[in-house]
């Protein structure tokens, strides 16, 4: 802006000061590196974005951020059930067993009692002695919901992680349900999995078991991890 008014007063100064002859060549002059100054801003305001940046996809994240998410560590009523989905029943994991929850051939540890950045949860897994879920092996857990269910419409699978090639409205879900009736094991809330999409390595895939919801989450927000075992 600064550099506009230097221009416009030193063309006042041309009109005043100089002959007619001179003061028609001198104000083409300036006009000219009047429009060079304004090319080059509008150039640079026009640089390409940040390479990282999808302004689409994190403006829909963050209605589902407006509807969906909890308080930032889990309500105690999120907390594991002991139902272990056709396996053995009863109370959370004590003692040295940490996956006491059993369904589709893998074992299953109690919920975190926090909730957690993708990396912190890939980390908790690995110290309680498994791992993070794959998307495909979170969706076993997902019950009710047949769009989302394993071999549902949902393209979301191991194989399939391109949130543009794969995600499908179906992979919305169905209806708010604070029950826990979407999840074998009673779960609400978001839960990561180690899955991150293929075409942006900030976002790792989640489900939502309020909606039986798979959708794609920023590994730096938290969210509840439950971790997994092939089963012995």
């Not at 994991?93 to 957690?116: A, E, R, Y």
């Not at 092996?137 to 989302?148: F, G, K, S, V, Y």
Request: include cysteine; glycine fraction near 8%; aromatic fraction near 10%.
């Amino acid at each position: 802006m600064m550099k506009y008014v230097v221009i416009i007063l030193s063309a006042l100064f041309v009109i005043i000061s100089c002959t007619p002859k001179d003061r028609t060549a001198r104000i083409n002059e300036i006009y000219e590196e009047l429009e060079k100054e304004v090319a080059d801003e509008t150039k640079d305001e026009s640089k390409t974005p940040d390479e990282n940046l999808e302004p689409d996809d994190e403006q829909v994240e963050e209605d589902a951020e407006m509807i969906y998410e909890s308080d930032e560590s889990i309500d105690e009523s999120d907390e594991d059930t002991g139902d272990t989905g056709g396996g053995e029943t009863g109370a959370t994991c004590t003692g040295s067993d940490k996956f006491c929850h059993s369904h589709d051939g893998l074992d299953w540890s109690d919920v975190s009692s926090d909730s957690m950045t993708w990396d912190e949860a890939a980390t908790y897994c690995e110290n309680l002695g498994g791992s993070l879920p794959t998307i495909s092996e979170l969706r076993t857990l997902i019950q009710n919901c047949p769009a989302t269910e394993t071999d549902g419409e949902c393209g979301v699978t191991d194989s399939c992680l391109s949130y543009n090639d794969c995600r499908k409205d179906s992979c919305s879900g169905c209806g708010y349900d604070e029950s826990g009736k979407y999840s074998v094991f009673g779960d609400k809330y978001w839960f990561w999995s180690s899955s991150e999409r293929s075409d942006y390595a900030g976002y790792a895939w989640g489900v939502n078991f309020e909606h039986g919801f798979v959708y794609s989450l920023n590994k730096k927000y938290e969210y509840a991890a439950r971790c997994v075992r092939n089963g012995e």
